[in-house]
């Protein structure tokens, strides 16, 4: 793949200068960074600006924020993203491959490996401790990226009335997800095109507050790469290549094995969430829970926890969730294939039609998103998503909650709407404890996302093995 987009590409990637980093060296240094990406976006961010920018001076500070806040305009995870597009504009194409692959590599095989430990001792009392644990802490986790992120979005009464408007059409109307996000997405595109303050993006998730590092001084400088210059002609046939790359394998999926196959499901379902999967991963998770368990019968409340546990203990997007949802709905519909390589290659499909297209945004869109930076109209936009994504964080909260601190939860009918509500006899008080534990941890101390699922686990593990 790499070999026919840079053919295609030659005649345009000569850099307008020569920023003096060797290929093999930035190989390292991405595979340092795809080792050390925990901690969701904020952490994963962080980290890219403290090696890439303050440590290496290969990129500038002006130059990196600009590129997150492309990305933040992007479906999809945008740390990911992010170092798809430093890449490709330190090393050209292939440096934007090697530089996105690297970066979900290493929790790919993670989050493969502990699947397979899932299904194969998931009732063991020793794993079934530690995951007991993982979920009261994803819990806290979850409750704190409200808080995070509301802090950052909900700058008016506006962005208030947004992301509550946003809850109140998932939580208590049922409306889904991507209608919400692009109904949020029109009203902001119009506020910022009138220009309207209150529509003015709040910021980012935050690389860092030091000292800024000029362009200028950078290893890049602050030129323009030839390779990062608008042409159409590029951009159409290296669309065309993802494109095929992305939907071919789903379309032949759906010719051969038919459109209810599990296959056939995973890969259509994760290749719309592909499209809607703004504001990072808590966002779309509320979504891709409810139609995982409730619609497609792939998990259970609890294994979505679970998941989610895996994914913040391991390296790469959280998004990378995803895998382990595919992993099981294909290990429980393997047709005639052995349920675990049926489970493989549903975590792989998954992976696929989830991370090809972020690197399909980068490779169309970044040499003519320069040319919006500072658009009114698109700021808003974001700014709107944004908030809308602070209601929907809270209703996955509320989800979560309502599996992972009560045994039992109903479907009530209340003033006309279908509620789930839950049974408070069922209360799990020492699920209730751990989470408030870890809760205060994060709030209170600041402890750190690590130390705070490592310590629930081994208090989970402990309180199996006595109990």
Same mark, same amino acid.
């Not at 979560?400 to 009530?412: D, G, M, Q, S, Y």
């Given at each position: 793949?790499?070999?026919?987009?840079?053919?295609?590409?030659?005649? %345009?990637?000569?850099?307008?200068?020569?920023?003096?980093?060797?290929?093999?060296?930035?190989?390292?240094?991405?595979?340092?960074? #795809?080792?050390?990406?925990?901690?969701?976006?904020?952490?994963? @961010?962080? +980290?890219?600006?403290?090696?890439?920018?303050?440590?290496?001076?290969?990129?500038?500070?002006?130059?990196?924020?600009?590129?997150?806040?492309?990305?933040?305009?992007?479906?999809?995870?945008?740390?990911?993203?992010?170092?798809? !597009?430093?890449?490709?504009? &330190?090393? %050209?194409?292939?440096?934007?491959?090697?530089?996105?692959?690297?970066?979900?590599?290493?929790?790919?095989?993670?989050?493969?490996?502990?699947? !397979?430990?899932?299904?194969?001792?998931?009732?063991?009392?020793?794993?079934?401790?530690?995951?007991?644990?993982?979920?009261?802490?994803? =819990?806290?986790?979850?409750?704190?990226?409200?808080? %995070?992120?509301?802090?950052?979005?909900?700058?008016?009464? &506006?962005?208030?009335?947004? #992301?509550?408007?946003?809850?109140? =059409?998932?939580?208590?109307?049922?409306?889904?997800?991507?209608?919400?996000?692009?109904? $949020?997405?029109?009203?902001? !595109?119009?506020?910022? %095109?009138?220009?309207?303050?209150?529509?003015?993006?709040?910021?980012?998730?935050? $690389?860092?507050?030091?000292?800024?590092?000029?362009?200028?001084?950078?290893?890049?400088?602050?030129?323009?790469?030839?390779?990062?210059?608008?042409?159409?002609?590029?951009?159409?046939? +290296?669309?065309?290549?993802?494109?095929?790359?992305?939907?071919?394998? +789903?379309?032949?999926?759906? @010719?051969? &094995?038919?459109?209810?196959?599990?296959?056939?499901?995973?890969?259509?379902?994760?290749?719309?969430?592909?499209?809607?999967?703004?504001?990072?991963?808590?966002?779309?998770?509320?979504?891709?829970?409810?139609?995982?368990?409730?619609?497609?019968?792939?998990?259970?409340?609890?294994?979505? =926890?679970?998941?989610?546990?895996?994914?913040?203990?391991?390296?790469?997007?959280?998004?990378?969730?995803?895998?382990?949802?595919?992993?099981?709905?294909?290990?429980?519909?393997?047709?005639?294939?052995?349920? *675990?390589?049926?489970?493989? &290659?549903?975590?792989?499909?998954?992976?696929?039609?989830?991370?090809?297209?972020?690197?399909?945004?980068?490779?169309?869109?970044?040499?003519?998103?320069?040319? =919006?930076?500072?658009?009114?109209?698109?700021?808003?936009?974001?700014?709107?998503?944004?908030?809308?994504?602070?209601?929907? @964080?809270?209703?996955?909260?509320?989800?979560?909650?309502?599996?992972?601190?009560?045994?039992? +939860?109903?479907? /009530?009918?209340?003033?006309? *709407?279908?509620?789930?509500?839950?049974?408070?006899?069922?209360?799990?008080?020492?699920?209730?404890?751990?989470?408030?534990?870890? #809760?205060?941890?994060?709030?209170?101390?600041?402890?750190?996302?690590?130390?705070?699922?490592?310590?629930?686990?081994? #208090?989970?593990?402990?309180? /199996?093995?006595?109990?």
């Amino acid at each position: 793949m790499s070999t026919t987009l840079e053919r295609l590409t030659a005649d %345009r990637e000569t850099p307008n200068h020569d920023h003096g980093i060797p290929f093999g060296e930035a190989v390292r240094v991405w595979a340092r960074v #795809a080792a050390l990406s925990f901690g969701g976006p904020a952490g994963q @961010i962080a +980290v890219m600006h403290r090696i890439l920018v303050e440590e290496k001076r290969w990129i500038g500070e002006h130059r990196f924020l600009h590129a997150l806040n492309y990305c933040m305009l992007l479906p999809g995870p945008e740390a990911q993203q992010l170092a798809v !597009y430093i890449g490709w504009l &330190l090393h %050209r194409t292939k440096g934007g491959l090697v530089a996105g692959t690297l970066f979900i590599l290493p929790g790919f095989l993670a989050i493969l490996a502990l699947s !397979y430990v899932y299904v194969l001792f998931g009732n063991v009392p020793l794993v079934e401790g530690l995951f007991f644990g993982l979920k009261a802490a994803v =819990l806290a986790i979850v409750l704190h990226a409200v808080q %995070r992120i509301g802090k950052r979005a909900l700058g008016n009464n &506006l962005m208030l009335a947004t #992301a509550a408007a946003s809850f109140v =059409l998932i939580f208590f109307l049922g409306a889904p997800f991507p209608v919400i996000i692009l109904v $949020a997405g029109i009203v902001g !595109y119009l506020g910022g %095109r009138a220009g309207l303050s209150a529509f003015g993006v709040g910021g980012g998730h935050g $690389a860092g507050a030091g000292a800024a590092y000029s362009d200028a001084g950078s290893a890049l400088g602050e030129g323009v790469p030839a390779h990062a210059r608008p042409n159409v002609g590029w951009s159409l046939r +290296v669309s065309a290549i993802f494109l095929a790359l992305w939907l071919v394998p +789903v379309a032949a999926v759906v @010719i051969i &094995l038919g459109w209810d196959h599990v296959f056939s499901r995973i890969g259509l379902f994760f290749s719309q969430m592909a499209i809607v999967t703004f504001g990072g991963a808590y966002a779309v998770l509320a979504y891709v829970a409810q139609q995982a368990v409730e619609n497609y019968g792939w998990l259970q409340p609890g294994e979505m =926890l679970d998941g989610l546990g895996m994914a913040e203990t391991t390296p790469g997007p959280l998004i990378m969730v995803v895998q382990f949802v595919g992993f099981l709905g294909a290990y429980r519909a393997p047709g005639a294939l052995d349920p *675990m390589l049926a489970a493989t &290659l549903g975590a792989v499909l998954t992976t696929w039609v989830t991370f090809v297209p972020c690197f399909l945004w980068i490779f169309l869109g970044a040499p003519f998103i320069e040319r =919006l930076r500072g658009n009114a109209a698109l700021s808003g936009a974001l700014s709107a998503i944004t908030a809308a994504v602070v209601g929907v @964080i809270l209703n996955l909260a509320i989800w979560f909650a309502l599996h992972v601190l009560f045994h039992t +939860v109903v479907e /009530r009918d209340i003033l006309g *709407m279908t509620l789930d509500v839950p049974v408070l006899a069922s209360a799990d008080w020492a699920a209730i404890a751990l989470t408030g534990a870890a #809760a205060l941890a994060i709030f209170r101390f600041a402890v750190s996302t690590g130390w705070v699922l490592s310590g629930a686990a081994l #208090a989970g593990l402990l309180y /199996r093995l006595v109990f």
